[in-house]
């Protein structure tokens, strides 16, 4: 009996480690995957509804989507990006200057 009790015990600390573990490793991950899943899941009523339009073609339907996922989500995401470097640059160019630096001191 003692036997099956240090089995069990060593069997569920194995799987706790192991567990922690992988968590662990998946901790870099978490935000993207979160981030993808909800892409998916606005993007996903439009990919059912264009479905039958390309003659339930699977893959072309999922092509399209992510074309146009790519259009609403990324290209406004990158021209955002571009603004605030350039406003960064320009913040950047205001202050390091020579006469803002003398008029520092």
């Not at 870099?28 to 909800?38: K, L």
């Not at 073609?57 to 605030?84: E, F, G, M, Q």
């Given at each position: 009996?003692e036997?099956k ?12 480690g192991v567990?922690?573990i ?5 901790r ?8 993808a899943v909800v892409l998916?899941m ?16 699977k ?7 992510l074309?146009?996922t ?6 406004p995401?990158a ?12 913040i ?5 200057n020579?006469?803002?630096l003398q008029?520092?001191?």
């Amino acid at each position: 009996m003692e036997y099956k009790k240090i089995q069990s015990a060593t069997f569920f600390f194995l799987l706790i480690g192991v567990t922690l573990i992988f968590c662990w490793l998946l901790r870099p991950y978490v935000y993207p995957i979160f981030w993808a899943v909800v892409l998916a899941m606005i993007f996903h009523p439009l990919f059912k509804t264009m479905l039958p339009g390309l003659k339930n073609k699977k893959n072309l339907t999922a092509a399209v989507t992510l074309i146009i996922t790519v259009l609403i989500v990324l290209i406004p995401l990158a021209a955002v990006a571009s603004l605030v470097v350039k406003q960064a640059f320009d913040i950047y160019n205001q202050f390091g200057n020579e006469e803002t630096l003398q008029k520092i001191n």
